[in-house]
C-alpha cells in the first residue's frame, strides 16, 4: 500500500463551485504540505502544517484552504473554484526528527476546473 | 532572479554516456539540497539529497555541491532510456524545512 495517498485522483468541477482534496499517509511523518504544479514553473507551496495545531500559508496560499484532522490527515479545499486552479496537485509529508528531511510525495490530483 | 535556478532543456544524451544536470541558488546561507525524479504525470521521488562541500555517489548518480559557488549537479553514469524524466532540484533556505524548487530539467536518453 501507499504511504501517501491522495483523493480523488483525477476531479473535473465547474468555476464556483466548493472542492476538497484529501490527503492521508501512514509514514507517520509530523510535517505535511500541499503543491501545486504547473507546466513550466515547478511546485509551488500552498499550506504547510508541522503538527496539528500548526497551520501555515506558503506562497500561493490565496483562494485555498486546509485543515489538518490528525497527524494523519491534511486537506485542501478550494472555496470557490476558478479556471486558474486547474493544475496538478501534490500532497507531501516528512518527519522533522530525520537528518535531512526529505519531502515524500502523494501519487497527485489532476483538477480541472471548467 | 529566481531563488533556484535550473535550465529547462530538454537536455539530450545518448545512451550510456553521462547525463549532467546542473542547479544554481541565490541563498547562500542554504542548508541542504535535493534531487528529484519525476516522470510526466507522476510524482515527484527523490535521488539524492547533499549537505556537504563535495561529492556524494549512490549507484549511477553523482550529486557535487560547491556551495562557495552557489551550486549543485547531478551527475548519472551510463545514462539508460529509462532516466528520461524531469530532473527536479530543491534547496532548503532555512531551518523552517521549506524547500524552495527549480522547475526542472527534461533529460532524454536517446537510444
Known amino acids: 500500500d501507499a504511504d501517501v495517498t491522495q483523493t480523488p485522483r483525477n476531479r473535473i468541477t465547474k468555476t464556483g463551485k466548493r472542492i476538497m482534496l484529501e490527503c492521508s499517509q501512514t509514514?507517520?511523518?509530523?510535517?505535511m504540505y500541499w503543491y501545486r504544479q504547473d507546466p513550466g514553473l515547478g511546485l509551488r507551496l500552498i499550506y504547510y502544517?508541522?503538527?496539528?495545531?500548526?497551520?501555515n500559508k506558503g506562497e500561493i496560499s490565496d483562494g485555498y484552504s486546509v485543515s489538518r484532522q490528525a497527524q494523519a490527515k491534511f486537506s485542501l479545499s478550494l472555496e470557490s473554484a476558478i479556471p486558474n486552479q486547474t493544475a496538478l496537485y501534490f500532497c507531501?509529508?516528512?518527519?522533522?526528527?530525520?537528518?535531512?528531511?526529505?519531502?515524500?510525495f502523494g501519487p497527485g490530483t489532476r483538477l480541472l476546473v471548467l | 532572479q529566481k531563488e533556484v535556478e535550473q535550465n529547462s532543456g530538454p537536455l539530450s544524451v545518448p545512451e550510456g554516456a553521462i547525463a549532467s544536470l546542473n542547479c544554481t541558488y541565490s541563498?547562500?546561507?542554504?542548508?541542504?539540497f535535493f534531487w528529484y525524479r519525476q516522470y510526466s504525470g507522476k510524482s515527484p521521488e527523490l535521488i539524492m539529497s547533499?549537505?556537504s562541500n563535495g561529492d556524494k555517489e549512490d549507484g549511477r548518480f553523482t550529486a557535487q555541491l560547491n556551495k562557495a559557488s552557489q551550486y549543485v549537479s547531478l551527475l548519472i553514469r551510463d545514462s539508460q532510456p529509462s532516466d528520461s524524466a524531469t530532473y527536479l532540484c530543491?534547496?532548503?533556505?532555512?531551518?523552517?524545512?521549506?524547500?524552495?524548487w527549480g522547475a526542472g530539467t527534461k533529460l532524454i536518453i536517446k537510444p
Open positions: 507531501a509529508t516528512s518527519d522533522s526528527g530525520s537528518h535531512l528531511e526529505t519531502q515524500y
Open positions: 509514514k507517520g511523518h509530523d510535517r
Open positions: 502544517s508541522f503538527d496539528v495545531k500548526d497551520i
Open positions: 541563498d547562500r546561507g542554504s542548508q541542504s
Open positions: 547533499i549537505y
Open positions: 530543491a534547496v532548503n533556505r532555512d531551518s523552517n524545512y521549506q524547500l524552495i
